[in-house]
């Protein structure tokens, strides 16, 4: 079985040491960068299964690196590592297509959990069997099996993440989830307890790409007080 490879993109050489030592002990291969532009280098080049991805960086910042990675079309996970002071920062970095943030001083346990569970979602993902993954809502087609939503019959372009959660709200219709229960299913977090504002700049950005007009969404629903879900009819 090939071991799983991490890119560690951090400029503090204590922390990276931290995480090459934990993430190692855990079978990953590891590759590290201690400025933005050679971590982007890496990840273009080496294809890593996920990368860590610190804010602030020499160079080129984080926020740089991921919005380049998205713009060249790579869906590879990114979990950003931020101040745990800096909200925008964390929101900022969402908004640019990264997967999840985690904060520092963090749990070296807790950051374990989400590298296995983003690369285990990778997996299932690319793992699903390509029959009947389409779902047809007359202006809206989401192909699983290739990878894709289209709306009139234009690509959304949306990110994987997006992708896998209009894909999950989509395939049960009608069905209210709450953020919690979509940081489990469509995250990937087993029994996640944690900050779930990234689920909220998720259906954002999705209602961004997908909807007629945003404010008034037709196809994902804001149930108060309970959580989201996608309306067909």
């Known amino acids: 079985m090939d071991r799983k490879k991490v890119l560690i993109v951090e400029d503090e050489k204590n922390i990276v040491d931290i995480l ?58 990114v979990l950003i590592i931020t101040a745990r002071e800096a909200e925008k920062d964390k929101i900022l970095g969402l908004d640019l297509g990264a997967d999840d943030y985690i ?6 346990r807790e950051l374990l959990a989400r590298v296995k569970a983003n690369i285990r979602r990778v997996a299932m993902v690319q793992a699903e069997p390509p029959a009947e993954n389409r779902l047809d809502f007359g202006r809206l087609v989401i192909d699983k099996g290739a990878g894709f939503a289209a709306k009139d019959g234009e690509n959304l372009e949306l990110t994987q993440r997006e992708l896998e959660l209009l894909t999950y709200l989509a395939s049960n219709a009608g069905k209210v989830f709450s953020r919690q229960e979509l940081m489990e299913r469509v995250w990937n977090y087993e029994g996640y307890v944690g900050d779930v504002r990234g689920v909220d ?13 945003p404010a008034q969404p037709r196809y994902i629903i804001t149930r108060r007080g309970a959580g989201y879900y996608f309306q067909k009819d």
Do not use: H, W
Request: aromatic share 6%; hydrophobic share 35%.
């Open 20 to 77: 090459r030592f934990n993430l190692q002990k855990e079978g990953y291969e590891t590759l590290e960068a201690y400025d933005g532009t050679t971590g982007l280098t890496l990840a273009l080049e080496e294809n890593p299964d996920l990368i860590l991805l610190d804010l602030m960086l020499p160079g080129m910042n984080g926020f740089e690196v991921c919005k380049t990675l998205r713009d060249k079309g790579r869906s590879t996970p």
């Open 103 to 108: 904060t520092k001083p963090f749990s070296i």
């Open 201 to 213: 700049v998720a259906v954002r950005r999705l209602r961004e790409k997908l909807e007629d007009n």
